[in-house]
């Protein structure tokens, strides 16, 4: 039995090695790009990091360019293809908020109790002055694990104030307007506002004096689970692909992540906000350069947008027209990676991918890795010791029950959020755990 466990712990040893040479050897293209091969970079990148589904529009003086790439039988994708936006919503919910601080109807500076009299979040055991501009650049002092809270549910099955509600009176980390946390919920809360002030539903508001203004007729927010059947279905990572995935509605979140839109809305949309968004009016500092749902910086604007099965990103130039935004069908950041490269590519320069493994590939990576992992303990440890078992076991199942305690993030929250193997891994220690406690109990009687 010694030596047979010892064999398979080098089988398994092998297998880990082999598979991280593997893997990092398929991550990797020594090829340089330019302008002229774009699409050809689009279609490697893609293949390499199993991003089965992208749409790219790009503005460029007075051209309009789309790009595609497609892996998946049966289905192809075009410039009219939608997706989920993910977090570049916020700058629609933001530039909901500047039009009415234009009406006279919205004061930046206003606390947010102004419009929202029971929102009263918790600062060293007081009621903390929070405001719109707080909101907008991130500076509110409201965690990031607030993401965590936002119920799952469609149109009719929640709202938006259920979901505000829920961080009412939330511990702030921060005092308000110190420090720049992204928080998605803060946008929620701006939506919340903006329903106050006009009386309308939010999704009602922007689609009305937003996306009708900027020609966007394809766009829609997803506020159900059947508006699942208009979008090109996305998916999730795991086992070293990608698997299709029906993430749930959050309805609550619809402000910060759900508008469903394609490249040919989308091309003009950048060219909207460079004609009539004045950046330079922003309110950034030093420490603090995110406002209105953008990143702001000398040359250009941007933002990124991650969902559970679906990654955007957006890059416009303040200088000159130019801008690109990305589609993905696939969470991560690859959709970041393709969009800055090709940015460049039509500034001129040259792109090399290299090594490339996007944020959920490498978590896939390791969460496989670590199942292989565990197998290999359980193979090495010694099951003599009765009492050294069952402890090591009640050890492990302590600090999988303090996970989501200390971090605020619940076991169904990071199902929805990590890859597939994600649970297989909490399954493998959990058996550990039980292997160990009945091991120890057995070698009791």
Known sequence: MKRIKIILRRILLIIMIATTAIFLILHYDSKEYTQQNEQEYINRICSMTHNRAVAVGIIDGDEDVFLEHCEIDGKTVDEHTLFELGSTTKAFTGLGILNLEEEGLIDPDSPVTDYIDWFRPQYKGSDAVVTVRHLMDHSSGIPVWTISLIPEGSEGEITIEETVRKIADVKLAHAPGEVHE?????????????????????????????????????????????????????????????????????????????????????????????????????????????????????????????????????????????????????????????????????????????????????????????????????????????????????????????????????????????????????????????WLIGCGRWKQK
């Open 182 to 434: 992204y928080a998605t919920i803060n946008y929620d809360v701006l939506a919340l506002i903006i329903e106050k002030v006009t009386g309308q539903k939010y999704e009602d508001y922007i689609t009305e004096t937003v996306l009708k203004d900027v020609g966007m007729n394809e766009s829609f927010f997803r506020i159900t689970d059947s508006d699942r059947q208009r979008i090109f279905a996305g998916r999730k990572a795991g086992f070293f692909r990608t698997w299709k995935y029906d993430a749930p509605t959050y309805y609550g979140n619809t402000a910060a992540g759900y508008l469903v839109s394609d490249t040919t809305d989308l091309v003009k949309w950048m060219r909207y906000v460079r004609g009539n968004i004045d950046f330079g009016s922003f309110p950034i500092t030093d420490t603090n350069n995110y406002y209105a749902g953008w990143n702001l910086y000398p040359e250009t604007v941007h933002h990124g947008g991650n969902n559970p099965n679906y990654s955007t990103q957006v890059i416009i130039s303040r200088e000159r027209d130019l801008g690109v935004f990305v589609l993905s069908a696939s969470a991560g950041d690859i959709a970041t990676r393709i969009a800055d490269c090709i940015f460049g590519m039509h500034m001129g320069m040259n792109a090399k991918i290299g090594l490339c493994v996007s944020g959920h590939e490498l978590q896939d990576f390791l969460f496989v890795m670590g199942i292989l992992l565990i197998l290999y303990i359980a193979l090495l440890l010694q099951y003599k010791r009765k009492k050294l078992c069952i402890c090591g076991g009640l050890f492990i199942l302590t600090l999988l029950i303090l996970i989501p305690i200390i971090s605020h993030i619940s076991y169904r929250f990071m199902f929805v959020w990590m890859p597939y193997s994600f649970g297989l891994m909490i399954i493998s220690i959990l058996a550990l755990a039980a």
